[in-house]
């Protein structure tokens, strides 16, 4: 809360500034609030079977699921951040851009693709027995796709960019000349790397980390179609197959419990990191790779891209085109509207309560403002299937309560107007992604010098109109950015929609679903390649950003801050 002598040292418009970031604030909290209320006082308390049956299963699903694919991504992410930032070998600069492009890809379309591939009855297995002359699957040994190391692989393949483009921008930001004493000093290249370069890079390896943890904890559709038992999926069966929302409720707060520690964990291994690094040259090309580690490096960027990118689009394009006059019904132009107009509405709305976010941080940068907005921005941290339950308690709340007011005061029910309506879906996607977005014009706001403001106040404007008339086109980049993200992270958000869609409403994320859970991929190819496309376009974004970083010359500091989430 913002101290009483701090509120009287605050003019009326400064009041209503802070007021107005504290009621975002509460918004983003309702749904957190109502799932800890849910879970400690729930119609039916089902912890205790909880407990002796199911939880440990999913805890433990979840931490090997999550350990898995932290393993994988830190190793494809650094390592392909390393080769093609301080090595030279061919095609190197088509794989600075070309690997962060598995970001376009969701998780669960991946996950299709490969089953329809690699499954007994997929092309893999059956050009095989024909060449090797196998009948059944006795005669031979091939891995199971739809298995525990099949969702790590899956899930690892799509997310290992988060890592490659944080790491990636810590080695482009270090100082060669200290690479260059450490191998004056008889460090061998890879002593380098391990001495040098990966300490310093530590903090934003660990950022990258927890956001790939993050999203593997949100992610439904991969493991559920692996039949992968994890937490997200226990929600998802507990309030749907189960029909107990308390109980959902009480796998939720587990869930946040982890998400709580992955935060705590993250903080302390950048806790302390402090390098202040003077850029007066840009010396990252010191390795030149020849003979087989040259086709070694190549080739494992070149996996990477094919298994996470190529592979996919190839796939998919192919179903959509092949099953063209097939598949592309009436029905599926209504399902693309409902995802864009959904994903505009979410975008619109997070840029707005972000750059109102944003502003009343840069008005009033107390300690107390800034918390405030740094709690609004938590609901990234937050799985979808939480998300969805944290959203319908207090919705589903107002409208009973709406509903029995008029119907003992007016004699007619209004039935559920927010709950099971594309409003709930809307405000799950704001405070999902409302980091995003605030993110993104925080970054654009601090780039404005604060003697612009001062001027526009000299000149009679008030904050609102400073905001408008100044700020608002400066940040039009920002704007623009956070918004486009948020539209394509919302075109692929499948938990909170599968559950908090009306009855009859269809996105494109929970068409693809439907289809491809029921072995139908021909049919869900035309959407799941859409969601693809549209996903590229943060991808150009991600790769013109860290373009314009080469060239750079200044001090940098990286110190241990709070996760921007």
């Given at each position: 809360m913002i101290p009483v002598s701090s509120l009287s040292r605050l003019n009326v418009s400064g009041l209503r500034w802070v007021l107005l970031v504290a009621t975002i604030a509460l918004l983003v909290a309702l749904p957190v609030l109502s799932i800890f209320w849910l879970a400690f006082f729930p119609e039916e308390n089902i912890w205790p079977h909880l407990l002796e049956t199911v939880l440990f299963h999913y805890v433990f699903a979840t931490l090997v699921l999550a350990f898995g694919v932290a393993?994988?991504?830190?190793?494809?992410?650094?390592?392909?951040?390393?080769?093609?930032?301080?090595?030279?070998?061919?095609?190197?600069?088509?794989?600075?851009?070309?690997l962060l492009l598995p970001f376009a890809v969701?998780?669960?379309?991946?996950?299709?693709?490969?089953?329809?591939?690699?499954?007994?009855?997929?092309?893999?297995?059956?050009?095989?027995?024909?060449?090797?002359?196998?009948?059944?699957?006795?005669?031979?040994?091939?891995?199971?796709?739809?298995?525990?190391?099949?969702?790590?692989?899956?899930?690892?393949l799509v997310l290992y960019p988060y890592v490659y483009m944080l790491a990636?921008?810590?080695?482009?930001?270090?100082?060669?000349?200290?690479?260059?004493?450490?191998?004056?000093?008889?460090?061998?290249?890879?002593?380098?790397?391990?001495?040098?370069?990966?300490?310093?890079?530590?903090?934003?390896?660990?950022?990258g980390l927890s956001l790939v943890l993050m999203e593997t904890l949100n992610d439904f559709g991969t493991v559920d179609f692996f039949a992968v038992r994890t937490l997200s999926v226990g929600i998802y069966d507990t309030w749907l197959s189960r029909g107990n929302l308390g109980g959902a409720a009480q796998i939720a707060c587990s869930t946040l419990v982890f998400v709580v520690l992955l935060i705590a964990l993250e903080r302390r291994a950048r806790a302390g990191q402090r390098h202040f690094v003077l850029l007066t040259s840009q010396s990252r090309d010191n390795y030149q790779l020849r003979g087989w580690r040259s086709l070694a490096a190549a080739t494992f960027c070149g996996l990477l891209l094919l298994a996470g990118?190529?592979?996919?689009?190839?796939?998919?394009?192919?179903?959509?085109?092949?099953?063209?006059?097939?598949?592309?019904?009436?029905?599926?132009?209504p399902i693309a509207r409902n995802s864009f107009l959904l994903s505009g509405a979410a975008a619109l709305v997070t840029v707005l309560l972000g750059l109102?976010?944003?502003?009343?941080?840069?008005?009033?940068?107390?300690?107390?403002?800034?918390?405030?907005?740094?709690?609004?921005?938590?609901?990234?941290?937050?799985?979808?299937?939480?998300?969805?339950i944290g959203v319908l308690i207090p919705l589903a709340a107002f409208d009973n309560a709406l509903?029995?007011?008029?119907?003992?005061?007016?004699?007619?029910?209004?039935?559920?107007?927010?709950?099971?309506?594309?409003?709930?879906?809307?405000?799950?996607?704001?405070?999902?992604?409302?980091?995003?977005?605030?993110?993104?014009?925080?970054?654009?706001?601090?780039?404005?010098t604060p003697s612009m403001d001062r001027a526009a106040r000299s000149l009679g404007r008030n904050s609102w109109q400073t905001l408008w008339a100044v700020h608002f086109p400066l940040v039009r980049a920002?704007?623009?950015?956070?918004?486009?993200?948020?539209?394509?992270?919302?075109?692929?958000?499948?938990?909170?929609?599968?559950?908090?869609?009306?009855?009859?409403?269809?996105?494109?994320?929970?068409?693809?679903?439907?289809?491809?859970?029921?072995?139908?991929?021909e049919r869900s190819a035309p959407g799941a390649l859409m969601i693809v496309l549209v996903g590229l376009l943060p991808v150009i974004l991600l790769s013109r950003s860290m373009g314009r970083r080469k060239g750079e010359v200044r001090v940098e500091l990286m110190e241990s801050e709070a996760p921007a989430v």
């Open positions: 393993m994988f991504t830190l190793v494809a992410g650094v390592g392909g951040a390393w080769l093609v930032t301080m090595c030279r070998f061919p095609g190197r600069r088509f794989f600075e851009w070309a969701p998780a669960y379309v991946i996950a299709y693709v490969y089953t329809d591939l690699l499954e007994y009855a997929g092309p893999v297995q059956k050009l095989l027995r024909d060449w090797f002359g196998w009948q059944t699957a006795r005669d031979y040994w091939f891995p199971e796709i739809r298995s525990m190391g099949g969702a790590i692989a899956m899930l690892s990636r921008a810590a080695f482009i930001e270090q100082c060669g000349s200290i690479r260059a004493a450490s191998r004056s000093l008889g460090c061998t290249p890879w002593q380098s790397f391990l001495r040098v370069s990966l300490p310093m890079a530590r903090p934003a390896i660990a950022v990118f190529g592979v996919p689009l190839l796939v998919l394009g192919n179903y959509a085109l092949g099953s063209f006059s097939s598949y592309w019904s009436d029905d599926f132009f109102l976010l944003a502003y009343g941080k840069r008005l009033y940068p107390k300690r107390s403002v800034k918390s405030l907005v740094g709690f609004a921005k938590l609901g990234y941290a937050m799985p979808g299937a939480v998300m969805a509903d029995t007011l008029l119907r003992e005061h007016f004699g007619f029910s209004t039935g559920l107007l927010l709950s099971g309506s594309v409003f709930a879906i809307v405000f799950a996607y704001t405070v999902r992604f409302l980091a995003v977005s605030a993110g993104a014009i925080e970054s654009s706001l601090d780039k404005v920002g704007l623009l950015s956070g918004a486009l993200v948020v539209f394509v992270d919302c075109m692929k958000e499948l938990p909170a929609t599968l559950l908090l869609r009306p009855f009859g409403f269809d996105t494109l994320a929970t068409h693809v679903y439907q289809f491809a859970s029921d072995e139908m991929l």
